[in-house]
Nanobody
Framework: QVQLVESGGGLVQAGGSLRLSCAASGRTFAGYAMAWFRQAPGKEREFVGGISWSGSYRNYADSVKGRFTISRDNAKNTVYLQMNSLKPEDTAVYSC??????????????????WGQGTQVTVSS
């Protein structure tokens, strides 16, 4: 079992920054891939970025490349999403997810076994 708790969401103006955190508890955090997904109203959940168990491999959706950075601190059992140059279209509920069967992050939501409750990010124009 893995429990995930996100924090750091909020309201920000376009061009601003936010840093999301996802604290994990339960199974050994360093052993599996983590990812961030987001879901806007009326839209399907989409992959934002993922990080391998060691942190050496990261992948991102094209829509956030160059603006968002995912990182992890295995000593603190936490994964982060630094979001810069935010746009109104980034508005969504952001959720972190854990994939215990893979050390490399996958992009399909159904591959992930554990999810946090989500945190709202709203970007005003």
């Amino acid at each position: 079992q893995v429990q995930l708790v996100e924090s750091g969401g909020g309201l920000v103006q376009a061009g601003g920054s936010l840093r999301l955190s996802c604290a994990a508890s339960g199974r050994t955090f360093a052993g599996y891939a983590m990812a961030w997904f987001r879901q806007a109203p009326g839209k399907e959940r989409e992959f934002v970025g993922g990080i391998s168990w060691s942190g050496s491999y990261r992948n991102y959706a094209d829509s956030v490349k160059g603006r968002f950075t995912i990182s992890r601190d295995n000593a603190k059992n936490t994964v982060y999403l630094q979001m810069n140059s935010l746009k109104p279209e980034d508005t969504a509920v952001y959720s972190c997810a854990a994939d215990l069967l893979s050390r490399i992050p996958r992009t399909v939501p159904s591959e992930y076994e554990y999810w946090g409750q989500g945190t709202q990010v709203t970007v005003s124009s």
